[in-house]
């Protein structure tokens, strides 16, 4: 198994995490992701870009997206980056009140910057009447449908939500219940389009007891969604889903296992899964098949990692965008990874 690791971003005065990546038409890779004081210290936050044009071997200098948010009375938490089908690139980003953090989501916006010269620069912020977290990368559908998601609380319990706009943005959709089952915590979506108006939903399960990956399915482009079921993934947090030239879907996630272990060495692995069209419409849990790969592991006594985005080149290629502490012993950096879906293969 050959995987090549690459430096993105390491600032050793600063936490840098979350990130994700997109391949413009021009075939330059950028990256954006969140620098802070720490995990579990947002006092201060930014969010940054990096440029690669070598396939992600060699990346720019970082530089900033949006405001420093030291004494602001708010800050960002998980940057999407996304390219639309008349090449601009949008990033999504949830922005929250330091009064309230993640205590009361239904204070966290959603906000959208577009970029017309494959991120030289960006527009200004557009706040979007989507609340919640950890929004999934605005998602273009095939009708010019756009769909952006993130997750509140309903019931005491995480659940998944979404908006959609088909005028590109100008009015969107009331919330679409998009996943929620009394007792689970349901969050962290990747939707999927898979052809025709069927679309799935990939979800984390928060109860730190190493739950397989949830799904639901929709029919109608979003609009409506089907029961949740088991996918055999377990322990999955943070998924990624994406089609790959070849038909096959690639989901890259964070493996947390539960148990005692979450307290202290809480996540260490990052993994990647190869499935099919046919299992991820299946209806059961036994009707699924996945190819589980390890792409790292995280030595540091501070452990933390999982949070991906991925493009795959014309030739074949995968490229990994991962934030890791491992040697940077406790401050997240950002990592990239190139393999061939032949790694999945024998």
């Known amino acids: 198994m050959s995987i090549q690791k690459f430096v993105i971003s390491n600032d050793p005065t600063l936490y840098e995490a979350w990130p994700d990546v997109t391949l413009t038409t021009s075939g330059k890779l950028v990256c954006v992701f969140n620098e802070c004081t720490h995990h579990g210290d947002r006092s201060y936050t930014r969010i940054m870009l990096t440029d690669s044009c070598d396939r992600g071997r060699s990346w720019t200098p970082k530089r900033?997206?949006?405001?420093?948010?030291?004494?602001?009375?708010?800050?960002?938490?998980?940057?999407?980056?996304?390219?639309?089908?008349?090449?601009r690139l949008v990033v999504i980003v949830d922005k929250l009140l330091q009064s309230s953090g993640e205590r009361d989501l239904s204070f966290a916006r959603n906000i959208l910057y577009f970029s017309t010269d494959d991120g030289a620069t960006w527009s200004e912020p557009i706040e979007t009447p989507l609340t919640g977290i950890v929004p999934d990368k605005l998602l273009e559908l095939e009708s010019g449908r756009w769909i952006i998601a993130a997750h509140s609380r309903k019931d005491g319990n995480l659940t998944q939500y979404l908006r959609f706009s088909d005028d590109r943005g100008l009015n969107w959709s009331e919330p679409?219940?998009?996943?929620?089952?009394?007792?689970?915590?349901?969050?962290?979506?990747s939707l999927l389009p898979v052809g025709g108006s069927d679309l799935v939903a990939f979800?984390?399960?928060?109860?730190?007891?190493?739950y397989d990956c949830k799904?639901?399915?929709?029919?109608?482009?979003?609009?409506?969604?089907?029961?949740?079921?088991?996918f055999p993934l377990p322990g999955c947090h943070r998924p990624v889903a994406?089609?790959?030239?070849?038909?096959?879907?690639l989901i890259t996630y964070r493996f947390m296992q539960g148990g005692k272990g979450w307290l202290g060495h809480w996540t260490q692995n990052f993994f990647a899964a190869i499935?099919?069209?046919?299992?991820?419409?299946?209806?059961?849990?036994?009707?699924?098949?996945?190819?589980?790969?390890?792409?790292?592991?995280?030595?540091?006594?501070?452990?933390?990692?999982?949070?991906?985005?991925?493009?795959?080149?014309?030739?074949?290629?995968?490229?990994?965008?991962?934030?890791?502490?491992?040697?940077?012993?406790?401050?997240?950096?950002?990592?990239?990874?190139?393999?061939?879906?032949?790694?999945?293969?024998?």
């Open 275 to 346: 499935t099919d069209r046919e299992s991820i419409l299946s209806e059961k849990r036994g009707e699924a098949s996945t190819r589980i790969l390890p792409v790292d592991f995280d030595r540091s006594p501070n452990s933390d990692l999982g949070y991906s985005g991925w493009v795959q080149f014309d030739d074949g290629e995968i490229y990994i965008v991962n934030y890791i502490v491992d040697d940077a012993i406790d401050k997240g950096q950002i990592r990239g990874y190139a393999l061939r879906p032949e790694e999945f293969l024998l």
């Open 215 to 230: 799904k639901t399915i929709s029919h109608d482009n979003g609009e409506s969604w089907g029961p949740v079921t088991d």
């Open 242 to 249: 994406g089609l790959l030239k070849d038909g096959r879907v």
């Open 176 to 189: 679409v219940e998009v996943a929620h089952v009394p007792g689970l915590e349901l969050c962290e979506v």
């Open 64 to 87: 900033p997206l949006t405001e420093g948010t030291r004494n602001r009375g708010y800050f960002y938490n998980c940057p999407r980056i996304s390219r639309l089908s008349d090449g």
């Open 203 to 210: 979800l984390r399960e928060n109860s730190f007891l190493g």
